[in-house]
């Protein structure tokens, strides 16, 4: 089962991801290989447990991490996420060191955690063995969504089981008192992408962000995460769409099609 490789957090470059909301096993297996890696969303995504599931295995047969969003502080989606072979779990609105700790309980093995050992899929793929390393192996990523989050961002990445942390630009802004569709650029969210990559790299932790439009892109590469969404299913999937249908009507509209001709008296279609 393929995981998130180590990253060098000074020199390699940064792993690029797709975006997974629809449940089309179909379209990951098509489109997936592009992406070192793949995020499954089942916190916003049309996805419940079973399609999750077959999309973590579509990911492995084209041999590609996939993270999943888990879709609250759920144990029970934890730890069966992790028994289907996901490289890891991102666990959204993450609020206090309490909350982190409880998330490194519920995600590692003892003596770090006190994860439930088990998991069909993973022992029939990697043996019984596979706790040894499974808390190195699979990564427990915490989303912080909140002022107050951002401000205790440097303990949260400070606790050991912590791997990684993402800024959720879209509650931030909106418990700010800001509009969702605030511009999202060093201006609006600087402050708040520093203050998280910058306990990242103190504690030696990954730092995920999004990297969608170009000026996320360019955040992105300023800021350094080692972690970034690149696209999404949707996206993909609308603005493909969009621009498909707009060049055909910009063509027929410049070079309009000529009426077929009639068929010959008694011939056929």
């Known amino acids: 089962m393929p995981s998130i490789p180590y990253i060098d957090r000074t020199s390699a470059q940064p792993l690029v991801g797709l975006g997974i ?17 793949i995020w499954l969303d089942a916190q916003h995504g049309d996805l419940d447990f079973r399609d999750v599931m077959n999309l973590l295995r579509a990911a492995h047969l084209i041999d590609r991490p996939a993270l999943v969003r888990v879709p609250a502080h759920d144990t029970s989606w934890m730890g069966k996420v992790l028994d289907g072979g996901a490289a890891g ?10 909350e982190a700790r409880a998330m490194v309980t519920a995600a590692k093995f003892p003596p770090l955690g006190n994860r439930s050992y088990g998991g069909r899929r993973v022992v029939d793929f990697l043996g019984r063995g596979y706790y040894a390393t499974a808390n190195r192996d699979t990564l427990l990523i915490v989303q912080v ?17 912590i791997d990684g942390i993402f800024l959720g630009p879209d509650d931030l802004l909106l418990r700010e008192g800001q509009d969702v569709d605030t511009p999202k650029n060093p201006g609006t969210l600087g402050r708040q992408y520093q203050a998280v990559v910058d306990g990242c790299r103190r504690h030696g932790k990954l730092c995920l962000g999004h990297g969608v439009t170009e000026i996320s892109q360019g955040m992105a590469r300023e800021y350094g995460f080692n972690l970034i969404i690149g696209a999404g299913d949707v996206n993909i999937l609308a603005s493909g769409s969009r621009s498909s249908a707009q060049k055909l009507r910009q063509f027929l509209k410049n070079a309009p099609l000529q009426p077929a001709a009639a068929p010959a008296h008694g011939a056929g279609y």
Do not use: C, H, N
């Open 89 to 98: 779990i991102i666990v959204p609105m993450v609020e206090s060191v309490k």
């Open 21 to 37: 909301m629809y449940p089309s096993v179909g379209a990951l297996e098509r489109v997936g290989g592009d992406w070192d890696w």
């Open 145 to 161: 969504e909140s002022p107050e989050a951002v401000a205790i961002v440097d303990e949260l990445a400070a606790i050991e089981g």
